[in-house]
């Protein structure tokens, strides 16, 4: 008989091998608490053959205040576009986007060095920085509301990442930072100091205990996108995608 982990990957694996979203009603309680889900995303990405033996390039990582506790996702890299991105040949249940500002690495970082990074000193890691737009997508029936344990085991609801041009990286006031969200023909919706987290760098420490917590280096270069900036806006096959942040620059995507 599988385990709970090996339960849960099956059915993700084969969802997205068929295209076909998984009944989660029957895996519902099976996981025991986000180490297992982390386990679960392992396994599918084993699975799947997304990163060998290579520590993901790409991330996720977020919350919903400082206050709760982060969930952190590696991304597959095909997967992961340059704006303007092109999306119309690729399947999706859902079309959910975020708007969200993307960080990169300055340099390596080893296990050592992720437990004795600070808050404060963590913008001193990061070398660039740019405009990304997250598409929020679900390999479950249930969609949005299958339990928060198996949406963290399908890679907290990943579909794909379109990225922007990068920028080199200067601390902001993140408060007055100001963005838009252009979804088809619909007028720009405007946000201003609405990262959850008041600042895309203050999540580093805790990803990258997380990324290294069994024993790896996270190499230079590797990209984590921070979180929503305008919640999770709706968007349909055919639409046209455009986020700009002021004085960092813009993405855009074709779904």
């Excluded at 991304?75 to 704006?83: A, E, I």
């Excluded at 919706?189 to 997380?210: E, T």
């Amino acid at each position: 008989m599988p385990s709970p982990v090996q339960a849960v990957a099956a059915a993700l694996v084969q969802a997205h091998r068929s295209h076909r979203p998984a009944d989660a009603a029957p895996l519902e309680g099976l996981l025991a608490g986000p180490a297992d889900a982390y386990a679960v995303q392992d396994e599918v990405a084993r699975e799947c053959g997304w990163f060998g033996e290579a520590v993901p390039r790409y991330w996720k990582s977020g919350g919903p205040s400082r206050d709760a506790a982060l969930t952190h996702a590696p991304l597959p890299p095909q997967h992961v576009w340059q704006s303007p991105a092109d999306a119309r040949g690729t399947h999706f249940n859902l079309r959910l986007i975020e708007a969200e500002v993307a960080l990169r690495l300055a340099r390596d970082v080893t296990p050592a060095d992720a437990m004795a990074l600070t808050h404060e000193a963590a913008p001193s890691l990061v070398e660039a920085m740019t405009v990304s737009i997250e598409i929020v997508d679900t390999r479950w029936q249930q969609g949005r509301s299958a339990g928060a344990l198996l949406k963290l085991a399908d890679l907290q609801a990943h579909g794909a990442l379109v990225l922007g041009e990068w920028k080199p990286f200067a601390e902001r006031d993140w408060n007055a930072q100001s963005c838009s969200v252009q979804i088809g023909g619909a007028a720009p919706q405007a946000f201003r100091g609405s990262q959850s987290l008041d600042d895309p760098a203050w999540l580093l420490p805790i990803w990258l205990k997380h990324v290294t917590r069994n024993g790896a280096t996270v190499p230079r270069g590797t990209v984590v996108t921070t979180g929503t900036w305008c919640g999770l806006l709706e968007a349909k096959a055919g639409d046209r995608v455009r986020v700009v942040f002021d004085g960092i620059g813009e993405a855009q995507v074709h779904l």
